[in-house]
């Protein structure tokens, strides 16, 4: 019904740059916050950044002042611009979205995307 799709993984080196984005289908009515999350080998999921409907931000303190995040609400997709990339980045990154749908009456749904693999080499 709603589904979240991801792309702009790969490799890259350290220091590098790499743009994720995370595109909303679906019946959709409106989406609230968008956001990405990566989980690293070992590790619990861990938000990276948000950003609400009204266009507000939040980062994680790792990675503030290197990452941003935008959205299109036209396009329904949220971007993450990663720069000055570190081996610690390396995750596999998630979209999170919350959505609202009308269809078949209303509900709200937090919606995940597959997954994408970001690895950054020394």
């Known amino acids: 019904q709603v589904q979240l799709v991801e792309s702009g993984g790969g490799l890259v080196q350290a220091g590098g740059s790499l743009r994720l984005s995370c595109a909303a289908s679906g019946s959709i009515f409106s989406i609230n916050v968008m956001g990405w999350y990566r989980r690293a080998p070992g590790k619990q999921r861990e938000l990276v950044a948000a950003i609400h409907s009204g266009g507000s931000t939040d980062y994680a303190d790792s990675v503030k002042g290197r990452f941003t995040i935008s959205r299109d609400n036209a396009k329904n997709t949220v971007y993450l611009q990663m720069n000055s990339l570190k081996p610690e980045d390396t995750a596999v990154y998630y979209c999170?979205?919350?959505?609202?749908?009308?269809?078949?009456?209303?509900?709200?749904?937090?919606?995940w995307g597959q997954g994408t693999l970001v690895t950054v080499s020394s």
């Open positions: 999170n979205a919350g959505i609202e749908v009308v269809t078949g009456g209303y509900r709200y749904l937090e919606v």
